[in-house]
């Protein structure tokens, strides 16, 4: 049987910072309030010509070069994006294929929020382990900057762009493996967070509402108990039923939301704050790309060594959840 090992990670900040200071001139809101209530200090913005798709091709660059693989053995692509480059078609993940000259490759995109990319390490861990493909290139990109509306303070204060990319390759050796990942939905909390317009569930009466018609919109504080309810819940059950104790994981990799969820969830499973890996005081949520930037993170700070555990961890619109034990498992 072939096994799913996770060889390589990439990613990509825009360069523009925009600042709790700088949210502060556009919304009634503080620096302090902000800081206090997320974690959050900063986000980057992608440039208006900047798409989705240009930040997830940087991301895989990265990856597909550390993998140690050529391009040409890259025989599927999946792209995590609530911010896709174009809402019906064509997907994101086919225009990064196109991007990178990978050329006659399966690719598609899925929709799964926050949780999109612990989702789409399932997909790639799938389609490995029944033969159906070798090496998976998979990203997680977001632009939601162009889903957000600056005057709604709720939310705007929390959403930054991004991507971050990973490959992940068959390999025969159970010690390198990804040793389990858990997925979960539940839409009786749709409305929770949500871009209401836009898709076929939806008509609009003017143009203005047409003009937003994607912008997010987010029950905060009742999404905030359910995240910290079903992420503590959920990582206790992936560590019970792997016979894996909390200070066996390295890196706990949570998605990057609000401070706040992460310490509590840190908390209920005892972990050591060099554990916890965090990255949203610089980056804010990121959505899809926020877990595989947060990993980036560690490899180039040179944290992240061969063979350490992570446990990755993620909540989302959907609801969506999931949860991933995962070695760091570079060819060598
Ligand atoms: N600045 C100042 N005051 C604010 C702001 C702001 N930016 N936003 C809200 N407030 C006010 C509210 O109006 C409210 O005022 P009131 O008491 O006078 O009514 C007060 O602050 C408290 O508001 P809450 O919404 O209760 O604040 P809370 O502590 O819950 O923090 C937050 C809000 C940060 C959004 C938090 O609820 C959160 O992080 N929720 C979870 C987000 C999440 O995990 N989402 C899932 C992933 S995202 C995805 O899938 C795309």
Redesign the pocket.
């Known amino acids: 049987m072939a096994y799913a090992a996770f060889r390589s990670i990439g990613a990509y900040a825009p360069s523009k910072v925009l600042s709790n200071d700088d949210l502060a001139k556009m ?4 620096d302090e ?2 800081t206090k ?2 974690g959050i200090k900063e986000r980057r913005i992608a440039a208006n010509d900047e798409f989705t798709s240009d930040m997830g091709v940087k991301a895989a660059k990265l990856a597909i070069e550390r993998s140690g693989l050529d391009k040409s053995e890259i025989d599927m692509v999946v792209c995590a994006t ?1 911010s896709p480059d174009y809402f019906c078609m064509p997907s994101t993940a086919t225009i990064i294929s196109t991007k990178l000259g990978l050329g006659n490759v399966t690719a598609f995109d899925i929709s799964a ?3 999109g990319f612990v989702y789409i390490l399932s997909i790639a861990k799938a389609f490995i382990e029944s033969g159906m493909k070798k090496n998976v290139l998979i990203i997680g990109a977001e632009k ?1 900057s162009a889903i957000t509306d600056y005057t709604d ?3 705007c ?3 930054g762009d991004g991507a971050g990319a990973a490959v992940i390759s068959a390999t025969d050796n159970k010690d390198e493996a990804i040793i389990d990942i858990h997925t979960g939905a539940d839409g009786q909390f749709a409305d929770l ?1 949500m871009s209401p317009n836009g898709g076929s569930g939806s008509f609009h009466d003017t143009l203005e509402q047409e003009a937003t018609s994607c912008f ?1 919109q ?1 029950k ?2 009742e ?2 108990k359910v ?1 910290v309810k079903t992420l503590t819940k959920d990582v206790v059950e992936i560590l019970k039923e792997n016979s894996i104790l909390a200070s066996d994981i390295k890196h706990f990799v949570p ?1 990057q ?2 401070l ?2 992460i310490k509590a969830v840190g908390d209920a499973l005892k972990l050591d704050d060099e554990q916890v890996v965090l990255t949203v005081e610089k980056y804010g ?1 990121t ?1 899809g790309a926020s877990i595989p930037m947060a990993i980036n993170d560690i490899y180039e700070s040179g944290r992240l060594q061969a063979g350490e555990l992570m446990l990755l961890d993620a ?3 959907g609801l969506t959840w999931g949860s991933a034990l995962v070695p760091f498992s570079p060819l060598k």
């Open positions: 919304v009634d809101t503080s309030w902000i209530r997320t609530i929020a926050c949780t939601l303070r709720a939310t204060i929390l959403f967070l997010m987010m905060g504080n999404t905030f995240a998605h939301a609000n706040r969820i949520n959505s909540f989302g619109g």
